[in-house]
């Protein structure tokens, strides 16, 4: 069985950082971060192969937001900088056990899900 925790959301002025942590008991390919904000549906924001690094970026983080591991840690970050309002929402970790090349980026290529972790980003 897998599990997966997420941690270090919190209150930030827009234009600062916040970096997120996904812990992990288990052997995972990928791990995936997705966000929802109230009223949208749930998107991806970044994801990556735990083996080769493979990363995947939403259009919307790109060049703000950074994914990487720490497999000895069996933890994956989420680095957000130039954090905006608009980016304000629960942020879910999901891992999914299986796989190869680039890690999944919709919502059913993943069997794990964490609780979530709320970022709130004030203008």
């Known amino acids: 069985q897998v599990q997966v925790v997420e941690s270090g959301g919190g209150l930030v002025q827009a234009g600062g950082s916040l970096r997120l942590s996904c812990a992990g008991s288990?052997?995972?390919?990928?791990v995936g971060w997705f966000r929802q904000a109230p009223g949208k549906e749930r998107e991806v924001v970044a994801a990556?192969?735990?083996?080769?690094?493979?990363?995947h970026y939403a259009d919307s983080v790109k060049g703000r937001f950074s994914v990487s591991r720490d497999n000895a840690k069996n933890t994956v970050y989420l680095q957000m900088n130039s954090l905006k309002p608009e980016d304000t929402a629960v942020y879910f970790c999901?891992?999914?056990?299986?796989?190869?090349?680039?890690?999944?980026?919709?919502?059913?290529?993943?069997?794990?899900w964490g609780q979530g972790t709320q970022v709130n980003v004030s203008s």
């Open positions: 288990g052997r995972t390919y990928a």
């Open positions: 999901a891992a999914v056990r299986a796989g190869l090349g680039f890690p999944p980026t919709v919502e059913n290529g993943y069997d794990y």
């Open positions: 990556i192969n735990r083996s080769t690094g493979y990363t």
